[in-house]
């Protein structure tokens, strides 16, 4: 019997800055995972998936991490996804100063 797939989105590091940034629709980068494309085949996801491991010169490390759809866009279903969404957490920068 088959799996279900459980819709994804394509994350890694910026490569300068080591930002957590997320794969959007248009082939960008996005640092706010509610612009991130959610990829709900899991052919296209293997696909985006390869796409953004070729982009070394602009990002470290992608992987497909489950997510859901909220009313604002794709959100993480782990904590650790979770987490990484409000940046860096050993002093106020980035993300967290913007939210504040």
Do not use: C
Request: no cysteine.
């Amino acid at each position: 019997m088959s799996r279900t797939f459980i819709p994804k989105v394509v994350t890694a590091n910026a490569l300068l800055e080591g930002d957590a940034v997320w794969l959007t629709e248009a082939d960008t980068w996005t640092r706010d995972i509610r612009d991130a494309e959610l990829l709900t085949d899991e052919a296209h996801a293997d696909l985006r998936l390869l796409e953004a491991q070729s982009r070394k010169a602009e990002i470290a490390g992608a992987y497909l991490v489950d997510a859901k759809q909220n009313s604002d866009g794709p959100a993480p279903t782990h904590f650790r996804e979770e987490f990484r969404t409000r940046g860096p957490s050993n002093y106020p920068h980035g993300k967290q100063v913007e939210l504040s």
